[in-house]
């Protein structure tokens, strides 16, 4: 008896474990589609052998993902890889394909890619995203002839080891958001080919690497609201070559690590509302930062600044920043009129964010504070957290010789990422901000350091500069 009640209790309990089990099974097929959708589709495939149900489950998956890792023999040989996703695409019967992502390998052939891209096209693909891994510096030519015309597809990524031919007929009529991660342009024309052929394009971030493959890099796209471009070659280009941005529309603007280009134009942006700049540096001709007057809120970190005002029969430049002129005209004009010029600028910003960490910072901050009457929220952040700053500024900063108007009537919120009291530059900076700004209504301070010394120093400052409106905040980061 003793052993029956065993052995029955051991098999309820292997009937309750095969339930449970299989309760995957009994869920929505919508559920585990989706949960399908979030694998790789090589491991999404491989549920086939569980049961009858799951047989051809994943072929109704919206979502489909190929890496050549996946499959051993790929590495020896390119074509196996080719002909399994052929075969899987070849079998997906789901109505409507929202992405395809493939990882190849740069010796993939051509044709390959091209069935690869016509079989999605067909299948009427929203999301296409296509990495070339680079195989003994072999690339993959993309085949420029299936975008001569597709209306469906909406986001398109293409990263590493492809080169990019486009003749005038190009057309990607919904194309909404484009992502180039280090691919190569054959020539000048395929770029403005390219783009002129993406009359819905929206977001556009470009990661390259400065004359790798064409020295003008012209962007032209009147829908444009989102741009971000970024240099690879930490050591700069040659001096030739540089970009011209046209997109009038545009809302967002990122530029990141530009140095040593012969030229960089935007055009006017009156749309624009943010825009962040860093790491720009010797540029010939450029317009930057003037361009970006209308933005209500900046980022700008900027190399060691020098400012000038110089006057001569040909040019006037009210101040520059590593180069970058935020004021250029090529006109005669008489000493009466330099006053007039020097204005309030940025009369819509009211959200400024400066790094410190570099050579007299606090000379960007003073024009930034003169031309931004409206501004509200200034933060300032030294990248180089808890790092001890050995060669302090040896010039003395120079403070506004009036206080500016919006430190008067408009800032409310000051905060500093890495403050360091010990240097005089930043203790007068601070100062001169606590005790001009009349709305200010809190104040923080983050900096190394244990909690002790931060509660004396907090006592020391409130002494200092005590005020009734501002809540003054000291922290540890």
Same mark, same amino acid.
């Given at each position: 008896?003793?052993?029956?009640?065993?052995?029955?209790?051991?098999?309820? @309990?292997?009937?309750?474990?095969?339930?449970?089990?299989?309760?995957?099974?009994?869920?929505?097929?919508?559920?585990?589609?989706?949960?399908?959708?979030?694998?790789?589709?090589?491991?999404?495939?491989?549920?086939?052998? $569980?049961?009858?149900?799951?047989?051809?489950?994943?072929?109704?998956?919206?979502?489909?993902?190929?890496?050549?890792?996946?499959?051993?023999?790929?590495?020896?040989?390119?074509?196996?890889?080719?002909? /399994?996703?052929?075969?899987?695409? @070849?079998?997906?019967? =789901?109505?409507?394909?929202?992405?395809?992502?493939?990882?190849?390998?740069?010796?993939?052939?051509?044709?390959?890619?091209?069935?690869?891209?016509?079989?999605?096209?067909?299948?009427?693909?929203?999301?296409?995203?296509?990495?070339?891994?680079?195989?003994?510096?072999? %690339?993959?030519?993309?085949?420029?002839? $299936?975008?001569?015309?597709?209306?469906?597809?909406?986001?398109?990524?293409? !990263?590493?080891?492809?080169?990019?031919?486009?003749?005038?007929?190009?057309?990607?009529?919904?194309?909404?958001?484009?992502?180039?991660? &280090?691919?190569?342009?054959?020539?000048?024309?395929?770029?403005?080919?390219?783009?002129?052929?993406?009359?819905?394009?929206?977001?556009?971030?470009?990661?390259?690497?400065? *004359?790798?493959?064409?020295?003008?890099?012209?962007?032209?796209?009147?829908?444009?609201?989102?741009?971000?471009?970024?240099?690879?070659?930490? &050591?700069?280009? /040659?001096?030739?070559?540089?970009?011209? %941005?046209?997109?009038?529309?545009?809302?967002?603007?990122?530029?990141?690590?530009?140095?040593?280009?012969?030229?960089?134009?935007?055009?006017?942006?009156?749309? $624009?509302?943010? =825009?962040?700049?860093?790491?720009?540096?010797?540029?010939?001709?450029? *317009?930057?930062?003037?361009?970006? #007057?209308?933005?209500?809120?900046?980022?700008?970190?900027?190399?060691?600044?020098?400012?000038?005002?110089?006057?001569?029969?040909?040019?006037?430049?009210?101040?520059?920043?590593?180069?970058?002129?935020?004021?250029?005209?090529?006109?005669?004009?008489?000493?009466?009129?330099?006053?007039?010029?020097?204005?309030? %600028?940025?009369?819509?910003?009211?959200?400024?964010?400066?790094?410190?960490?570099?050579?007299?910072?606090?000379?960007?901050?003073?024009?930034?504070?003169?031309?931004?009457?409206?501004?509200?929220?200034?933060?300032?952040?030294?990248?180089?957290?808890?790092?001890?700053?050995?060669?302090?500024?040896?010039?003395?900063?120079?403070?506004?010789?009036?206080?500016?108007?919006?430190?008067?009537?408009?800032?409310? #919120?000051?905060?500093?990422?890495?403050?360091?009291?010990?240097?005089?530059?930043? !203790?007068?900076?601070?100062?001169?901000?606590?005790?001009?700004?009349?709305?200010? !209504?809190?104040?923080?301070?983050?900096?190394?350091?244990?909690?002790?010394?931060?509660?004396?120093?907090?006592?020391?400052?409130? /002494?200092?500069?005590?005020?009734?409106?501002?809540?003054?905040?000291?922290?540890?980061?």
């Amino acid at each position: 008896m003793e052993q029956k009640l065993k052995t029955d209790g051991l098999g309820l @309990s292997n009937r309750n474990a095969m339930n449970k089990e299989d309760r995957i099974s009994d869920l929505p097929e919508a559920l585990l589609l989706h949960i399908l959708s979030s694998l790789p589709t090589e491991k999404a495939i491989a549920t086939s052998v $569980l049961s009858k149900r799951w047989r051809s489950l994943w072929k109704m998956v919206p979502k489909l993902k190929f890496d050549y890792k996946f499959h051993p023999l790929a590495d020896m040989d390119a074509h196996v890889f080719s002909e /399994n996703v052929y075969r899987s695409l @070849s079998l997906h019967k =789901a109505p409507v394909l929202e992405s395809l992502h493939l990882t190849f390998e740069g010796r993939t052939d051509c044709m390959d890619v091209g069935i690869w891209i016509a079989t999605a096209f067909t299948r009427r693909v929203r999301k296409l995203v296509l990495v070339s891994v680079y195989h003994e510096e072999q %690339i993959v030519i993309l085949p420029s002839v $299936l975008f001569s015309y597709n209306d469906t597809l909406e986001i398109l990524k293409l !990263k590493y080891a492809i080169d990019l031919e486009f003749p005038p007929r190009v057309c990607l009529k919904s194309l909404r958001k484009l992502y180039l991660y &280090e691919v190569q342009f054959k020539d000048e024309e395929s770029v403005s080919n390219f783009l002129c052929g993406c009359p819905s394009l929206e977001d556009l971030v470009v990661h390259r690497y400065s *004359n790798a493959d064409v020295e003008n890099f012209t962007i032209v796209v009147p829908s444009l609201q989102r741009l971000t471009i970024k240099e690879l070659n930490q &050591e700069g280009g /040659n001096g030739d070559g540089g970009y011209v %941005i046209n997109a009038p529309a545009l809302k967002y603007l990122d530029i990141n690590g530009f140095k040593e280009l012969e030229f960089f134009f935007i055009e006017e942006v009156p749309e $624009l509302v943010e =825009a962040k700049i860093s790491e720009v540096s010797d540029i010939a001709n450029e *317009n930057i930062l003037v361009s970006l #007057t209308s933005a209500k809120r900046l980022s700008l970190h900027l190399s060691p600044l020098e400012v000038s005002l110089r006057l001569n029969s040909f040019c006037l430049v009210i101040f520059s920043a590593v180069g970058l002129t935020l004021f250029f005209c090529v006109l005669m004009l008489p000493h009466a009129q330099i006053d007039g010029l020097n204005g309030k %600028i940025f009369d819509q910003l009211v959200y400024l964010e400066l790094r410190t960490h570099e050579t007299e910072w606090w000379n960007l901050l003073s024009i930034m504070l003169d031309s931004s009457p409206k501004l509200q929220i200034l933060k300032l952040t030294d990248l180089y957290l808890g790092v001890n700053h050995k060669f302090p500024d040896k010039k003395k900063w120079d403070p506004p010789k009036y206080v500016p108007e919006c430190l008067l009537r408009h800032l409310e #919120t000051f905060v500093w990422i890495g403050y360091k009291w010990q240097r005089e530059d930043e !203790k007068e900076v601070a100062t001169y901000i606590l005790k001009n700004a009349k709305c200010l !209504k809190k104040a923080t301070f983050s900096k190394f350091g244990n909690s002790e010394k931060l509660e004396e120093k907090r006592r020391e400052m409130l /002494n200092e500069l005590a005020s009734d409106s501002c809540h003054l905040v000291l922290e540890s980061v």
